[in-house]
Each structure stands twice: as C-alpha cells, then as structure tokens.
C-alpha cells in the first residue's frame, strides 16, 4: 500500500481507535499507532502502520494526533509531552466542560485543538456513512478537512470545542429513547405472544412516521409555539394513562410509561393542555 498522504498519529486502538487508524491507512496516510496494549496494532502493523514505543513518540511522529480512548483522564494520560504545532482531534467521548478545559491545555503546550464525535459503529468508519462531527476553531478544521474526510462524512459544528460534545449527548438522549420505547414496546407485546421480530415492520414504520413530524416539531420549539396539529397534550395523556394501566395489569415495567406521563402532566399543570405535544420541550428545559 502506498502511504502518500498527510501522516497521522491514532493513539488508542479499541474497537473505534482501530478503525480510525484502518481508516487512514485506506486512505493512503502514513499512520503512527499507539495503545497500552501492544498486541492490538499487529494487524495495522501488518497492514503498514507504524507502531510507536510511548505516546510521545508516536506524538512527535505527526502533525495531525488523533484520540480515541476510554474517558478524558486517559486522554490527559496520553497527551504526553509536547505539543508544538500538533493538532490534536479528540474522538474521545465525554463532556462538553472537559472538551474546553483539554482545549485551553492544548493550546498551553503550544498546540491547536478539535473535540469531535463519531456517530457511527466501528463497521462504517472510512465509508461516506460514517458521520464525523467536529468542532474548534474553523482554520484548523479546514487545514486537515481532507485528511479527516478519510474517517467519513465530516461536519464542522462550530468554534466552541464543547459543540461535538454537547451533540452527541443530545444525539444519545435521542438514541436512548428510541431503543428504550422499542425495547418497552417488545415486553408488552411479549405478553400477547407477539416475538419482537413480528413488532418490527410496524415499529420501523412507526419511528420512520415520527421522523417525518420532527421538521415541525423543530421549528415549534425554536418558536415557542405549539400548535395543536396533530393532538393536543390532554389528547396524548389519556392515551399515557391508558400505557400504564395496561403495563401494571399485564405486569409490564411501568416506569418508562410513568415518566412521559409525569412530563405531560408538568405540562398541562403549566398551562399547554390545549397545545401540541412539542410544548414538552419546556419541560425537558426546566430543571
């Protein structure tokens, strides 16, 4: 394989540090690898990579430093020595808090600073499918575009370090829901015989239906408008009332239900019984 690209340092080779560093690889970059345990870069270094003795020597052997490891104290851990003229581009997950005060200590030892987020599985990473969100300072985002473009579908969120970070947690809120209801779904259903495999063209049809509410929804909620277009609040909790009842007879876990049905009841107590469902985004905005 010929490595003619721009070179490039990944430090930690779990399942995603792995396919990040694969990823660069395709692309035709000379890649450094670094991770605690050694073994898990023989098939890299078989594939050309470079494996390197200490993180700092696999820091000093790139102008791009790519991370991806278990927290942000393990970050802080691997971080180590210089950092002049290094870009780091952290893919480490964690919290937008971190993300800034990482940033500010990259900058101290003289390097330049992108958070991102991977919002994909191991499997697509260097495909067009694998989305790839970044964010810092938009110079340093577009001087290494194209080398990043190798991972997948970039997308700059803006100058803040913290954006990647408080995306993902809202994209995780979003993903959490949407299997937890599933999941919840699949008991009650249980009861009745039905397997999950049986649920699930209707459930895809179902959540493929809400997708198609969220423009509307999106724009009510920068509005603080909520217009009644598809049910009220009050419409919806009788129907909530109805999921708990059902789940405590049929022995269903009813905490999931309890909780959205709590949420619509904080809303009609402030007023949106007559408003559309997205007025529980102020819900969701109140501690």
């Known amino acids: 394989m010929m490595h003619t690209g721009t070179p490039v340092t990944v430090?930690?080779?779990?399942?995603?540090?792995?396919a990040l560093a694969g990823a660069f690889l395709r692309a035709?970059?000379?890649?450094?690898?670094?991770?605690?345990?050694?073994a898990k870069a023989d098939d890299l270094v078989a594939r050309g990579a470079t494996l390197a003795g200490s993180p700092a020597a696999a820091i000093a052997a790139a102008p791009l430093?790519?991370?991806?490891?278990?927290?942000?104290d393990a970050v802080t851990d691997v971080l180590d020595g210089p950092l002049d003229g290094r870009i780091v581009v952290n893919l480490t997950s964690g919290t937008p808090s971190r993300a800034r005060a990482l940033a500010e200590?990259?900058?101290?030892?003289?390097?330049?600073?992108?958070?991102g987020g991977i919002m994909a599985v191991p499997d697509a990473v260097g495909t067009a499918d694998?989305?790839?969100?970044?964010?810092?300072?938009?110079?340093?985002?577009?001087?290494?575009?194209?080398?990043?473009?190798?991972?997948?579908?970039?997308?700059?969120?803006?100058?803040d370090p913290g954006l990647s970070a408080t995306y993902e947690m809202a994209t995780l809120v979003l993903m959490w829901g949407m299997l937890d209801g599933f999941l919840n779904g699949v008991a009650i259903l249980g009861?009745?015989?039905?397997?999950?495999?049986?649920?699930?063209p209707i459930a895809r049809r179902a959540v493929g239906t809400v997708a198609g509410w969220l423009p509307d929804y999106a724009r009510q909620a920068d509005d603080g408008s909520y217009p009644a277009d598809d049910g009220t609040v009050d419409t919806h909790l009788a129907a909530m009332a109805h999921?708990?009842?059902?789940?405590?007879?049929?022995?269903?876990?009813t905490q999931l239900p309890r909780l959205v049905k709590a949420l619509?009841?904080?809303?009609?107590?402030?007023?949106?019984?007559?408003?559309?469902?997205?007025?529980?985004?102020?819900q969701f905005r109140t501690p």
């Open 65 to 72: 430093v790519v991370v991806c490891v278990s927290d942000y």
């Open 11 to 18: 430090l930690g080779l779990g399942l995603m540090g792995g």
């Open 243 to 253: 999921v708990v009842e059902e789940s405590e007879s049929l022995g269903v876990n």
């Open 130 to 159: 694998a989305v790839l969100v970044y964010s810092g300072p938009r110079p340093l985002y577009d001087a290494h575009e194209a080398t990043l473009g190798g991972l997948g579908t970039g997308l700059h969120l803006g100058d």
């Open 264 to 282: 619509a009841e904080r809303a009609v107590t402030a007023g949106h019984g007559a408003s559309g469902y997205a007025a529980l985004v102020e």
């Open 105 to 115: 200590e990259v900058a101290r030892r003289g390097g330049g600073y992108l958070d």
């Open 191 to 200: 009861t009745a015989g039905v397997s999950a495999t049986a649920y699930l």
């Open 28 to 38: 035709g970059h000379p890649t450094t690898v670094w991770n605690r345990t050694t």
